[in-house]
């Protein structure tokens, strides 16, 4: 028989039963962690950094492992990320781990544009999920989840502060990606010198608020490991396994006296990587799910069935292209209209120029009508005076003849 209790705060319908004998479910974690050893997990690390920061040599020295990647040239035109996947297996456990190579990074005239491409890629990961997780016939399970879990952001040497463009890069980059920032080469730069500018870079990281991956420690199995990891960062890290000599000595990547590596390798792959896969999922892809949902047209607010707001959808669409039609129709009387009046002034303007021809061409006419009466009038004229002068002349010619022949008589 089990006792029962009423468990307080948890609602009337919450009892706790305290069980009398063993019943099995206390074997859940083993076969949660059978299923998904079984299944296998998928890690993705992008790397960010200038072209020659080491960041193949690193992952290389990390893993343990030649991954042939190709060496970039700082003449790219663009930013391009180019992901590398391999199947890994440590004991059973299974991994398919996938790099991200971010080549040209920094290398542009315009140095703008850098983060894009890589905002691009990571929401492009996203999506994928997003579009995975809304098809009717869904396989999670065997899904290859793409998703950037980690972004190791390479910063260059230098010894002075952050350059603009990482401040940019990374603050463009904290609400998609948990970042662990690191200095590349660090054994280019003497102790001192990388003590004082790793106080620096953390001043910055806190004073522009980026928010880089803070290592989680309410855990209390991790808690402590968590708490050294928080202070060393940004790591520094020496990506090769051979060992370096140098005038202040020689540098083992695998010593952890002389750089991080060893504790970034800790932090991300031993103690840490589940938490970076949970917090991609429950943070930055949560909050790229969200935005896309709402860019849907879905929201908690109404408390609507798919049916419901795929209806209230339509009709809001439907109205739309009524209002669209109707603004449409509108135009076309108005334009119609404007037509219109543009032909009849073009008409009008038509006929005050034809009369005016015409008036032109009637007082032409009258003016040479009233030359042709008046040359008429000179022709008849003429005929008169002719006919007149013709007269006399006969007249003449008789009273001579006349005289001639009284005068033979
Ligand atoms: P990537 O372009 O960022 O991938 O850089 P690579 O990994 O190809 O490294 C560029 C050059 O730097 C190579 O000649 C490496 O041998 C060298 N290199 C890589 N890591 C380190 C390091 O930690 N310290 C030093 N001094 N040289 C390194």
Redesign the pocket.
Known sequence: MATVEVMKGLGPDVRTIKLNGHVGFDSLPDQLVNKHVAQGFSFNIM?I??????????IETLFNQRFE?T??SHEVPQVKLKPHTYDLKEGSVKLKLTII?TSGFGDQVNKEDSSKPIIDYINQQFENFLQEELKIKRSLHTYHDTRVHVCLY?IAPTGHSLKSIDMVTMKKLDSRVNIIPVI?????ITKPELQRFKTRIQNEIANNDIHIYQFPTDDETVSEQNSIMKNLVPFA????SDE?TYPWGAVLVDSEAHCDFVRLREAMLRVNMDDLRERTHAMHYEHYRRQRLAEMGFSDEDKLSLQEMYEKRRETHQAELQRKEEEMRQMFVVRVKEKEQELKKAEGDLQTKFEAVKKQHADEKRKLEEKRQGLDEEIAEFQRRKTAADNRNNLASGTSFTLSKSKKK
Do not use: N, R
């Open positions: 790397c950094g200038e072209t020659g920061l080491g960041k193949s040599t690193l990647f060496p970039s190579e390479f590349a080469k660090s054994d280019t890290v020496v990506g090769s370096i």
